[in-house]
């Protein structure tokens, strides 16, 4: 790689989970790298893997592109533009003090310098390098040492080139999208499903997404929320599937035929047998649903263990042990929340019963299913899904 640092803008994303990987790490970092490649398709970029690093360098005007990429990246830890210098004490400082210059002016007050001398040719070690860069930083007088709480953490790297950086973005972390198998997502216009599909995409998942639309009684715009929250997902999930199934007939027969109580128990279990027909043709392994112990009086359980009998795929169920307040902190963080809080509402919600069942007895709810003889319903709905394909997203 032919990194100048000057026409070009160079960046330098860590990799976290991916390193603790034995025997079939090449497998993780090819992923990476090819994931990064496919965003930024068609630019000049360059992606290169070289001891726990992944570089991207590429044209200045493709900097945001390449920001973007870092930013919905699934796979690294946390990444920052970096000045490339010489490996030469000289032009080291000089790009320290640029980058004390630069937090300066960002408001910073206190600077710390950690140096990383991973080429063991280079005369000065780490610490050398570090305290010789603060000295001079220090003498500046653009801001003051603080090593144990500092405004501003200047990096100094010396590997295949020497890198400088100041400002170190956190990254998505995980494992690289794609290296975990295909999931089936249940993803409602609500807060937390969205955030339980941007979970298993950081566990390497690839995933598609199910909605169930109750035209009339829920809005079309109750389906654009759905639209937009899965372009939303396809940013960080390398594109998906979004596949609208439509359940107004399987809701009013629950609604008429099942005991009212049972209506939420018995929706899910359709929803499960809609979810496995969609999952076997597609090839997905598992299902995704944004359930979370106890957050509602239907999801108990008891009730989840009945909602599993109808799944011969497992489900999976990211927020089991979050409570409300983390699931809408990463709401907010991956762009979901302000979708979510939309006032349109789910299917479920409006035929749901006042007292639900809290403790669904598997036998009981086998004998209501029997008796509902809804597997006709459940075929037409299928049979009369829509499915879009949302490619990779490249760029806002
Ligand atoms: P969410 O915030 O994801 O809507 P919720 O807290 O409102 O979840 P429920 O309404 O009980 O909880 O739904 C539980 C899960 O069932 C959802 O997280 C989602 O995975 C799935 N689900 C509910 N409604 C739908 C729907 N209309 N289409 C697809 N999946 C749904
Ligand atoms: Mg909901």
Same mark, same amino acid.
């Given at each position: 790689?032919?990194?100048?640092?000057?026409?070009?803008?160079?960046?330098?994303?860590?990799?976290?989970? *991916?390193?603790?990987?034995?025997?079939?790490?090449?497998?993780?970092?090819?992923?990476?790298?090819?994931?990064?490649?496919?965003?930024?398709?068609?630019? @000049?970029?360059?992606?290169?893997?070289?001891?726990?690093?992944?570089?991207?360098?590429?044209?200045?005007?493709?900097?945001?592109?390449?920001? =973007?990429?870092?930013?919905?990246?699934?796979?690294?830890?946390?990444?920052?533009?970096?000045? $490339?210098?010489?490996?030469? %004490?000289?032009?080291?400082?000089?790009?320290?003090?640029?980058?004390?210059?630069?937090?300066?002016?960002?408001?910073?007050?206190?600077?710390?310098?950690?140096?990383?001398?991973?080429?063991?040719?280079?005369?000065?070690?780490? =610490?050398?390098?570090?305290?010789?860069?603060?000295?001079? $930083?220090?003498?500046?007088?653009?801001?003051?040492?603080?090593?144990?709480?500092?405004?501003?953490?200047?990096?100094?790297?010396?590997?295949?080139?020497?890198?400088?950086?100041?400002?170190?973005?956190?990254?998505?972390?995980?494992?690289?999208?794609?290296?975990?198998?295909?999931?089936?997502?249940?993803?409602?216009?609500?807060?937390?499903?969205?955030?339980?599909? =941007?979970?298993?995409?950081?566990?390497? %998942?690839?995933?598609?997404?199910?909605?169930?639309?109750?035209?009339?009684?829920?809005?079309?715009?109750?389906?654009?929320? $759905?639209?937009?929250?899965?372009? /939303?997902?396809?940013? =960080?999930?390398?594109?998906?599937?979004?596949?609208?199934?439509?359940?107004?007939?399987?809701?009013? @027969? /629950?609604?008429?035929?099942?005991?009212?109580?049972?209506?939420?128990?018995?929706?899910? %279990?359709?929803?499960?047998?809609?979810?496995?027909?969609?999952?076997?043709?597609?090839?997905?392994?598992?299902?995704?649903?944004?359930?979370?112990?106890?957050?509602?009086?239907?999801?108990?359980?008891?009730?989840?263990?009945?909602?599993?009998?109808?799944?011969?795929?497992?489900?999976?169920?990211?927020?089991?042990?979050?409570?409300?307040?983390? *699931?809408?902190?990463?709401?907010?963080?991956?762009?979901?929340?302000?979708?979510?809080?939309?006032?349109?509402?789910?299917?479920?919600?409006?035929?749901?019963?006042? @007292?639900?069942?809290?403790?669904?007895?598997?036998?009981?709810?086998?004998? /209501?299913?029997?008796?509902?003889?809804?597997?006709?319903?459940?075929?037409?709905?299928?049979?009369?899904?829509? @499915?879009?394909?949302?490619?990779?997203?490249?760029?806002?």
């Amino acid at each position: 790689m032919n990194i100048d640092g000057k026409n070009t803008a160079v960046y330098l994303a860590k990799l976290g989970e *991916i390193m603790l990987k034995g025997g079939n790490i090449k497998d993780f970092e090819q992923r990476l790298v090819q994931n990064a490649q496919l965003f930024l398709e068609g630019k @000049h970029c360059k992606v290169l893997l070289r001891n726990g690093r992944m570089y991207i360098e590429g044209p200045l005007d493709c900097a945001q592109d390449i920001e =973007y990429t870092l930013a919905h990246l699934v796979g690294i830890t946390g990444w920052a533009r970096a000045r $490339v210098v010489e490996k030469d %004490m000289c032009a080291i400082k000089e790009a320290v003090v640029l980058e004390a210059e630069a937090a300066a002016k960002r408001g910073c007050k206190s600077f710390k310098i950690e140096g990383r001398r991973s080429d063991k040719s280079f005369p000065l070690t780490s =610490y050398q390098i570090a305290r010789d860069c603060g000295e001079v $930083v220090y003498e500046s007088g653009l801001l003051a040492v603080d090593v144990h709480n500092p405004d501003s953490l200047i990096m100094v790297e010396v590997r295949e080139r020497c890198f400088v950086y100041g400002v170190q973005q956190s990254g998505n972390r995980g494992l690289p999208c794609g290296t975990g198998g295909k999931g089936l997502l249940l993803l409602s216009g609500g807060i937390d499903s969205p955030v339980a599909g =941007y979970r298993m995409i950081r566990r390497g %998942m690839k995933i598609d997404c199910l909605y169930f639309h109750s035209h009339p009684y829920t809005s079309p715009e109750a389906r654009q929320k $759905v639209e937009t929250l899965a372009g /939303i997902l396809a940013r =960080y999930g390398m594109g998906t599937h979004l596949n609208v199934v439509p359940y107004t007939e399987v809701q009013q @027969h /629950i609604r008429d035929k099942a005991p009212v109580d049972w209506a939420t128990v018995i929706l899910r %279990m359709c929803m499960m047998e809609t979810a496995n027909r969609l999952a076997s043709l597609t090839g997905a392994k598992a299902l995704i649903t944004g359930e979370s112990l106890g957050q509602v009086a239907s999801q108990t359980v008891e009730n989840l263990s009945v909602t599993n009998s109808r799944s011969k795929f497992p489900v999976l169920r990211p927020l089991i042990g979050m409570d409300k307040e983390e *699931i809408v902190d990463t709401a907010k963080a991956i762009g979901t929340y302000e979708t979510s809080i939309l006032p349109f509402e789910d299917c479920c919600v409006l035929f749901s019963p006042r @007292h639900p069942v809290l403790r669904a007895d598997p036998e009981e709810a086998e004998r /209501i299913w029997t008796e509902l003889n809804i597997e006709g319903l459940l075929d037409k709905a299928f049979e009369e899904r829509e @499915h879009t394909r949302i490619p990779i997203i490249r760029s806002l």
